[in-house]
Nanobody, 120 residues
Framework: QVQLVESGGGLVQAGGSLRLSCAAS????????MGWFRQAPGKEREFVAA????????YYADSVKGRFSVSRDNAKNTVYLQMNSLKPEDTAVYYC?????????????WGQGTQVTVSS
């Protein structure tokens, strides 16, 4: 069982930056791939970024490439999402997720989400 708690969301102006954090419970955090997803009002949840269990590989949705960066600190059981050059269309609830195998979908464990609002 993995429990995930996101933090770092908030209100920011377009062009600004935020860093989301996701703290995980459990001693085997380093065995899990970690993903970030988002869901805007009236839309389906979508993949944003992922990092493999070792941190060696990262994956991004086309809409955030070059602006967002995912990283992890296995010593702190934490994964991060650095979001730069934010746009109003990035407004959504952001969720982190954990799974031993999944990368861009079908994650087993989910956090409760953190709201990101980008004003124009």
């Amino acid at each position: 069982q993995v429990q995930l708690v996101e933090s770092g969301g908030g209100l920011v102006q377009a062009g600004g930056s935020l860093r989301l954090s996701c703290a995980a419970s459990g001693r085997i955090f380093k065995a899990y791939n970690m993903g970030w997803f988002r869901q805007a009002p009236g839309k389906e949840r979508e993949f944003v970024a992922a990092v493999t269990y070792s941190g060696a590989r990262t994956y991004y949705a086309d809409s955030v490439k070059g602006r967002f960066s995912v990283s992890r600190d296995n010593a702190k059981n934490t994964v991060y999402l650095q979001m730069n050059s934010l746009k109003p269309e990035d407004t959504a609830v952001y969720y982190c997720a954990a799974d031993r195998l999944a990368l861009q979908s079908s994650y087993a464990y989910w956090g409760q989400g953190t709201q990101v609002t980008v004003s124009s």
